[in-house]
Nanobody, 114 residues
């Protein structure tokens, strides 16, 4: 079993920055890909960015150039640095880990005021 705990979400103004963290515990040695997803009110959950254990990254087109995903394997933590935030980035952000199973965190709220 893998447990994921997100942190860092809060209210921020348009153009501001935030860094989200996701700490993994439990069956961490089986984790390959980790990532961030988000779900805005009334919308489906969507991919934001993923990173493999080897450091390969994938970004949604809407965040490319503004968001950066990174991984600290020593701390079993991934991060999402979000810059130039827009109101449309407002959502609950979820951490996901693909190991022998598919694991999700509880989510952290990011609100960008206009």
């Amino acid at each position: 079993q893998v447990q994921l705990v997100e942190s860092g979400g809060r209210l921020v103004e348009t153009g501001g920055s935030l860094r989200l963290s996701c700490a993994a515990s439990g069956g961490i040695f089986s984790i390959n890909t980790m990532g961030w997803y988000r779900q805005a009110p009334g919308k489906q959950r969507e991919l934001v960015a993923t990173i493999t254990s080897g450091g390969t990254t994938v970004y949604a087109a809407s965040v490319k150039g503004r968001f950066t995903i990174s991984r600290d394997n020593a701390k079993n933590t991934i991060y999402l640095q979000m810059n130039s935030l827009k109101p449309e980035d407002t959502a609950v952000y979820y951490c996901r880990a693909l190991a022998r199973g598919d694991y999700w965190g509880q989510g952290t709220q990011v609100t960008v005021s206009s």
